[in-house]
């Protein structure tokens, strides 16, 4: 998933192009990958199989969520090591009826309790850990939601292993998701100018920036492969194919938790990806990632 944040540093380089509207994108071969034009000029920023990628993936990572919430409903609590000791709980959502006969939902984490009643454990007058509109298939599926999250997990796998060999053999990974140490140098400014909404503009036609570097790659080959062997481990046909597996987690219920905080920090990078497309430009990102094409107007500071 690539959100099109760019840097700060462009490099003036030619575009082809020539003058065009600044709604149809040129239909010519692909201009070189850092070129910033002057305004009115097209820069062709993401290549097809980066788009099919993102979309796919974009997706599946939706639905994965929300039928990952769809199979927790069904036990709501997460435990450490292999046995599920509701005692030692490190997270449970449960509803809890007072002593004038109202119930609450409520959330605990690590023995500390907070009151989450129609969010977490109770909400719509039904007793589920996650509300109904946060769950697919259904209110409650869980049959159909494992199946859903089984089949939408190998279309993440897939796409993910591909996208990584695009990226490698087109060396999309080394020129454009590779910090520099010029960028590493400036991670200090740059996390300042994210905190303070200071990026350039979409429309400046820059590349990554050291954030955005460092969280790609982090998504891509410690977060993703995270998720992905936890859930693998889970299954018991692959425990006793491997049993490694879960001695690497320490137990079954280790590496549920691990597969469920990795999900939540997979929604956590999709909440600022999307609050970064918002701040520097939705419709050029949008239009970017769907066409590839970006109309550069400019270079912008971002100040």
């Known amino acids: 998933m690539e959100t099109n944040v760019p840097s700060q540093e462009t490099n003036p380089e030619p575009v082809h192009g020539g003058e065009r509207s600044l709604f149809n994108p040129p239909v010519t071969d ?7 034009s002057e305004p009115g000029r097209w820069r062709y920023r993401h290549a097809l199989p980066v788009r099919v990628a993102h979309w796919i993936n974009a997706l599946s990572l939706v639905i994965l969520v929300m039928s990952g919430l769809q199979i927790f409903n069904a036990h709501p609590a997460l435990y450490w090591g292999n046995r599920s000791d509701r005692q030692e709980a490190v997270l449970s959502i449960r509803p809890v009826r007072t002593e004038i006969g109202e119930i609450k939902g409520i959330t605990t984490v690590w023995g500390h309790s907070f009151d989450t009643t129609g969010v977490f454990g109770y909400s719509d007058r039904t007793v589920r850990a996650f509300p109904a509109w946060a769950t697919v298939p259904g209110p409650r599926w869980l049959a159909m939601g494992r199946q859903w ?8 796998v897939l796409t993910g292993l591909l996208y990584v060999s695009y990226a490698v053999a087109s060396r999309h990974l080394f020129v454009d998701l590779l910090p520099s140490r010029t960028d590493l140098r400036g991670i200090g400014r740059s996390i300042i100018d994210h905190l303070l909404f200071r990026q350039a503009k979409a429309e400046a036609g820059g590349r990554y920036n050291v954030l955005q570097k460092l969280s790609y790659l982090g ?3 410690v977060l993703a492969p995270v998720m992905i ?4 481990s889970m299954s018991p046909m692959l425990d006793a194919a491997f049993p490694w597996l879960l001695q690497l987690f320490g137990g079954r219920q280790s590496a549920r938790t691990i597969h469920f905080m990795a999900c939540f920090a997979f929604v956590g990078f999709l909440i600022i990806h999307v609050i970064q497309v918002m701040a520097t430009g939705l419709f050029t990102n949008l239009r970017s990632m769907i066409t590839g094409w970006v109309a550069v107007r400019g270079a912008v500071d971002g100040r």
């Open 219 to 221: 998504v891509l080959f």
């Open 229 to 232: 062997v936890t859930g693998l």
């Open 30 to 36: 692909r201009p070189a990958v850092d070129a910033v």
């Open 149 to 156: 999250h089984l089949f939408f997990a190998w279309i993440f």
